[in-house]
């Protein structure tokens, strides 16, 4: 059973600062996604990673795919209160074609006003 | 991106009954999925809906709690059998092979309440 253990599970942080969520996992996957989900809503694909030692940016989230394929990050600057959301990281099995996702636990972000 | 709709978007069942949450997906797909999700917390993965033969379900799920139907490259159906309390969940669709094959849009789910 492939496993991702995303951390933290719940941060809560004045808006206008940075933060950092992780993304790690044993096993290697062929890409990995990133999830915003808010209450009631199903959740909205952010980014997918897909190159080991890949980055990609989208506005103030930077979003990086460890070069062995096991991990990720992301990377919020100057976090809004729009930000709020729970994140999830989402793994694909290596082997090709489409699979159902392994998901991190996912992490509670809080941003205040 | 897909549009992924989901009906009911709520219910509140009696146990020992069952319900049918349909999903319908504004265009064609390869795959679709179902999750399940408690509140305030993760994704887990019911199984894979595949069309015009039996799902593919993933462990600690079976066929006769939740049978799949996938009639067409668009349209799936999640049944939650003989319901108990300790089913009370989201219940969420997802569609991939739009884009890139592991990239996945999800519906806006269903919240069901098991009495």
């Known amino acids: 059973t492939q496993l991702l253990e995303q951390s933290p599970q719940f941060l809560s942080i004045q808006e206008g600062e940075n933060l950092t969520v992780y993304c790690n996992s044993s096993s290697v996957f062929s890409s990995l996604q990133w999830y915003r989900q808010e209450p009631g809503e199903g959740p909205v694909l952010l980014v997918t990673v897909v190159t080991g030692g890949e980055v990609k940016k989208l506005k103030r989230l930077t979003f990086q795919f460890g070069d062995a394929r096991k991990d990720s990050s992301l990377h919020i600057t100057a976090a809004q209160p729009g930000d709020t959301g729970l994140y999830l990281c989402a793994g694909a099995t290596p082997g090709g074609g489409a699979d159902g996702l392994t998901f991190g636990k996912g992490t509670h972000l809080i941003i205040q006003p | 991106s897909a549009v992924i709709s989901q009906k009911p978007s709520r219910d509140i069942c009696q146990r020992g009954t069952s319900l049918t949450i349909q999903c319908q997906v504004d265009?064609?797909?390869?795959?679709m999925f179902w999750y399940r999700q408690q509140p305030g917390q993760s994704l887990t993965l019911i199984a894979t809906a595949n069309q015009g033969s039996e799902a593919t379900y993933e462990s600690g799920f079976v066929i006769d709690k939740f049978p799949i139907s996938r009639p067409n490259l668009t349209f799936s159906t999640l049944t939650v059998s003989n319901m108990s309390p300790e089913d009370s969940s989201i219940y969420l669709c997802?569609?991939?092979?739009?884009?890139?094959?592991?990239?996945?849009?999800f519906g806006p789910g269903t919240r069901l309440t098991v009495l």
């Open positions: 997802s569609a991939a092979g739009l884009i890139g094959e592991n990239e996945q849009f």
């Open positions: 265009s064609q797909v390869t795959m």
